[in-house]
């Protein structure tokens, strides 16, 4: 086992890969060709002996090997990025939060709290990030972020069977609500009956994966027809906002719904509740972190969350 000669991009690929759960995504996400990660990925694990990462059909998965080096590489990639922050001038680690959030957590929960950390407690430095629930616990997980903003939907399960269980508390529990043009006949009334969602027109997340029917109403007796797929919150409510389908939105969303769109609750059929939750590792949080993570439920208590028991 020699590391001497892995360069620090190796690392940085090597985390990447086990945040984001496949070479493919990691490739996306750094800019790179799938051929480049596979690159360095063989690199890192000639260097350790081992095999770092478990390939399955459905994408990779940390080794007990992998694990323990991601550890390491955790902490040699935060060192130098703290090396690079202090000769940039920004505040030193200890005052730093890495956050990670879903993206419907960014459009008021995530800017509300962070203004208020600003106007109260201005020492406190937030990096952030937009992500998925899966790859936001990975990175949990991989110590690249320190507190996360994820999404939940029933029967609510544990954000992953990794041990030890992550800590987490839930912001909020809401129904799912609909989004539908100004000018739809469903927009005429102050709810969007579920008897009536039959036959339209659904605009979706992706075209595959695992968000491929986000947007779409769930619970349908009948095969939805997808007409626009689009990962972008706001593309999704632009689309919805000319005329072209409808999406289904957390109710957080209604404030940047563009003119021509209405956000309305679903009556009939099962109730679809969608959860905030805010998790980090178990242990003793740092004090920076314990002020953000304050700053986040007095925001979402503001928006009208219900809070956990």
């Known amino acids: 086992m020699d590391f001497t000669d892995v360069s620090l991009t190796a690392l940085r690929v090597f985390r990447t890969v086990a945040e984001q759960g496949t070479f493919t995504a990691a490739a996306a996400l750094l800019g790179y060709t799938q051929s480049a990660v596979s690159r360095q990925m063989a690199s890192i694990e000639r260097a350790a002996g081992a095999e770092l990462l478990e390939r399955?059909?459905?994408?990779?998965?940390l080794t007990a090997a992998g694990r323990l080096v991601l550890r390491r590489a955790t902490v040699v990639l935060d060192e130098i990025d703290a090396a690079a922050r202090e000769l940039s001038g920004l505040p030193e680690e200890g005052g730093t939060v890495r956050l990670g959030w879903v993206a419907t957590a960014g459009t008021t929960l995530v800017p509300q709290a962070l203004a208020a950390l600003r106007r109260g407690d201005p020492g406190v430095h937030v990096v952030s990030r937009e992500g998925g629930t899966p790859a936001l616990v990975r990175a949990?997980?991989?110590?690249?972020?320190?507190?996360?903003?994820l999404s939940s939907a029933p029967p609510f399960r544990a954000p992953d069977a990794e041990?030890?269980?992550?800590?987490?508390?839930?912001?909020?529990?809401?129904?799912?609500?609909?989004?539908?043009?100004?000018?739809?006949?469903?927009?005429?009334?102050?709810?969007?009956?579920?008897?009536?969602?039959r036959g339209q027109r659904w605009i979706a997340g992706s075209a595959s994966g695992a968000d491929r029917l986000m947007g779409v109403?769930?619970?349908?007796?009948?095969r939805p027809e997808i007409v626009h797929t689009a990962r972008d919150w706001l593309a999704k409510l632009h689309l919805v906002a000319a005329?072209?389908?409808?999406?289904?939105?957390?109710?957080?969303?209604?404030?940047?719904?563009?003119?021509g769109v209405r956000v309305l609750p679903v009556r009939?059929?099962?109730?679809?509740?969608?959860?905030?939750?805010?998790a980090r590792?178990?242990?003793?949080?740092?004090?920076?972190?314990?002020?953000?993570?304050?700053?986040?439920?007095?925001?979402?208590?503001?928006?009208?969350?219900v809070p956990e028991p």
Request: aromatic fraction near 0%; include cysteine; glycine fraction near 10%.
């Open 56 to 61: 399955r059909r459905d994408g990779v998965r």
């Open 140 to 149: 949990l997980r991989a110590g690249s972020i320190d507190l996360a903003l």
């Open 163 to 197: 041990s030890p269980a992550l800590v987490v508390q839930t912001l909020t529990e809401r129904p799912l609500c609909l989004a539908v043009p100004a000018n739809h006949p469903l927009a005429r009334g102050a709810y969007v009956d579920a008897a009536d969602l």
């Open 217 to 222: 109403r769930p619970g349908l007796d009948e």
């Open 243 to 259: 005329g072209c389908g409808l999406t289904t939105v957390s109710p957080a969303m209604a404030a940047a719904a563009p003119p």
């Open 268 to 278: 009939g059929g099962p109730q679809e509740l969608r959860r905030l939750l805010l």
């Open 281 to 305: 590792l178990p242990g003793c949080p740092s004090e920076p972190l314990v002020r953000l993570a304050a700053a986040l439920r007095s925001a979402a208590l503001g928006t009208g969350a």
